[in-house]
């Protein structure tokens, strides 16, 4: 049986998943953190992801070391990374992850990196290859589907690719992870969502202690 | 003991409580039900407020006749205005109301309405009287505390007026009925919120059949 496409993302209570654009360029530059643009991003990207930080799974899984909180926020955020056979993920996710994330890359699967440059496969210490394809988001999921198996794909994001594909009508379900932050400016999940073609069904609601885990099935109308 | 200040509202998962800005005397004028605009507007406000219309509370409070559903969702309507005293609204809310409650308006207690309009209070069957305050909301608020006792003041609305509350450091709580819908377009609750001083502390997170209920302290930082 094929595995289902999802999506799972941190939100503010007012639909942001990332604060004010600032190029991840500027964010990870040498003397980045200097920048008072990129202080206030920083402290509100914490704010938002606040509650996976603290969790045993996401410290294991970054090598940060031992320990851990746990309970429904850790049990939620190790379900989501153990059904994910294969991640799919836009060109400027990748170029910041890459900026971002150590050598050993936190996925340890096959990532499909949507994009207009050619490239070779990325290998990565403990089993994340970056794949870049060429031809849109449709080839994209279907390579990343093939590769998966009976395990899910992620659209792991940014905000702009989870929303083609919403609006593709190509995402069977999704967890938003509601943070109790409002941001008032930044970048909106759903911004330009075509409403009159996507609905949801609710599936679940789950009050973790540092945020709410909401599962929507999408359906089209 | 004083009674505390809260809002409580219907959401979008996207972040809105009202559709695009069709005005009120228009959705409410004879014939407007035959303009596509009026019944757009109608098909989203029903989807937005579908989890409280069956509510047995619901029907009661609007003599819509016996029965409904009872549950998680009929409880929080119920005990919504139960702890409620005196209700806080703008104009533009009490202009499309007088349009659309019946004659015994679903409020049972004073209302007080921020507006610049001087008027004579305005008793109606059913205990429901509204008084019109022209000196702004900390002025209506503080006639409203009064007229509560140690009851519940909420800001019945709109938007604009919660919103005004909210940036002026005045809400004590609220509570989201997040319905699963995506709008794309219309009047956002959180838009222009003061995220520099708006703090928010969850509460508590009670997912029932057809909306997910969530309570935040609003804390200033």
Redesign the interface.
């Known amino acids: 049986m094929a595995g289902k496409v999802f999506f799972s993302v941190s939100m503010s ?3 942001f998943v990332a604060p004010d654009d600032v190029p991840l360029d500027v964010v990870f530059s040498p003397g980045g953190q200097s920048d008072p643009r990129v202080q206030r991003w920083m402290a509100k990207w914490s704010e938002l992801q606040a509650w996976i930080f603290p969790q045993r799974f996401f410290r294991e899984n970054l090598k940060l070391g031992e320990g851990g909180e746990e309970g429904l926020d850790n049990d939620i955020a190790r379900a989501t990374y153990e059904r994910t056979g294969v991640s799919v993920m836009g060109k400027r996710m990748f170029d910041g992850g890459a900026l971002a994330w150590p050598e050993e890359a936190p996925f340890h699967t096959p990532v499909y990196v949507v994009t207009h440059e050619k490239r070779d496969p990325w290998e990565r210490p403990g089993g994340t290859t970056f794949h870049f394809v060429n031809d849109g988001i449709e080839k994209a999921l279907d390579q990343a589907r093939e590769a998966a198996g009976d395990r899910d794909v992620r659209i792991a994001g940014g905000g702009t690719t989870i929303l083609e594909y919403v609006n593709a009508g190509l995402i069977d379900e999704f967890t ?1 992870a ?1 943070s ?6 930044g970048i ?3 911004e ?4 009159d073609r ?5 599936v ?4 973790g202690p540092r945020a ?1 885990h ?1 599962t ?1 099935t999408v359906r089209q109308r």
Request: no cysteine; hydrophobic share 45%.
């Open positions: 209570l007012d639909g938003i509601l109790p932050v409002l941001f008032g400016t909106r999940l759903f330009g969502v075509d409403s996507v609905a949801l069904e609710p679940r609601a789950e009050p709410t909401l929507y």
